[in-house]
T-cell receptor
């Protein structure tokens, strides 16, 4: 079965610092991988997705993620955190003929002054 | 509106009541999904439609849960005889075509509280 694991349920960074949110996947076939962001009382918004093209994927709001097959990882990064980045971030996988996204448990990002 | 809409946004039900949650996908989107998000958890898949056909309902937790999309656009998720464990946010998503290649766009969700 396909799955994703997000390390760290809470991450706190200072404004202007590097953001690193970790995601590892488990899949027997090449996966499609996604990062979504969820603001309070809102639905999920797609940040970026990997669909077997370039391994470094650039998304919205300055976020990017690198697909590393050897490490089965798809970590999300942003060089400089902004207060508006504070939200819940979910990594998800969609594989093979599966029609559904399988989400991780989420990482809550806190940005402090 | 251009996005996925859901109604009601909030629903409080007494245990044992039936509820119906509505999803209006983005116009023209073929695929529609329902997910359940418990407090502090990631969304979990419930069911998937391609047009009016329900192609996957493997995530529905019990036979109390029923979803339909009779005309291939609006969808309704119905929960019969609600239980406290049904309390969650129910998210609807739609995508233009095949889910493998197309982005799923999510609605704001319906927060169901069962007392």
């Amino acid at each position: 079965a396909q799955s994703v694991t997000q390390l760290g349920s809470h991450v706190s960074v200072s404004e202007g610092a590097l953001v690193l949110l970790r995601c590892n996947y488990s899949s027997s076939v090449p996966p499609y991988l996604f990062w979504y962001v969820q603001y309070p009382n809102q639905g999920l918004q797609l940040l970026l997705k990997y669909t077997s093209a370039a391994t470094l994927v650039k998304g919205i709001n300055g976020f990017e993620a690198e697909f590393k097959k050897s490490e089965t990882s798809f970590h999300l990064t942003k060089p400089s955190a902004h207060m508006s980045d504070a939200a819940e971030y979910f990594c998800a996988v969609l594989t093979g003929t599966a029609s559904k996204l399988t989400f991780g448990t989420g990482t809550r990002l806190q940005v402090t002054l | 509106g251009a996005g996925v809409s859901q109604s009601p946004r909030y629903k409080v039900a007494k245990r044992g009541q039936d509820v119906a949650l509505r999803c209006d996908p983005i116009s023209g989107h073929v695929s529609l999904f329902w997910y359940q998000q418990a407090l502090g958890q990631g969304p979990e898949f419930l069911t998937y439609f391609q047009n009016e056909a329900q192609l996957d309902k493997s995530g529905l937790p019990s036979d109390r849960f029923f979803a339909e999309r009779p005309e291939g656009s609006v969808s309704t998720l119905k929960i019969q005889r609600t239980q406290q464990e049904d309390s969650a946010v129910y998210l609807c998503a739609s995508s233009l075509g095949a889910p493998r290649s197309d982005t799923q766009y999510f609605g704001p969700g319906t927060r169901l509280t069962v007392l």
